[in-house]
């Protein structure tokens, strides 16, 4: 019997920090992702940079095995906040979405790239900078 997959259908993650402010979200359904740069002004948070990208099927079958959201359901629970004091890093969250019986999952993370056992929300993270966004490396990652 095959393991039960549940995918998320939109996914964000938001970067807050006193530099840069940015999102990434993605919309499995409408095939869509964008990287978007942030600003406050005028007291609100405004759009400054909006890179879109639309995705293939091709693209779909590759992000899967990244979104099943059964893979993060270990670390709902997980307080990563010791790492976050540890080292000099912006506050990222990664917040993913079902169109199933799991509740929205939000979780606070220090992306570690050198981490052995990389997390689920650290793979899809990397997998998406380095597809979609990687003439950004340097600039906010």
Known sequence: ???????YTKIIFECRDSRNDWN????VISREAAFQSLKWIGGKEKVVENIPVKLTDEDITELLPYINALDFE????VDDSKEWFI??????????????YLPLYQHYIY???NRKDKRPYEKL???????YF??????YF
């Not at 990687?134 to 600039?139: H, P």
């Open 111 to 113: 992306y570690n790239d």
């Open 24 to 27: 990434i979200l993605i919309n």
């Open 74 to 77: 270990a670390y709902r629970y």
């Open 125 to 131: 993270y990397s997998y998406v900078i380095k597809k």
């Open 134 to 139: 990687s003439s950004l490396i340097g600039k």
């Open 1 to 7: 019997m095959e393991e039960e997959k549940i995918y």
């Open 87 to 100: 080292y000099d890093a912006p506050v990222l969250k990664f917040i993913g979405i079902t169109n199933s």
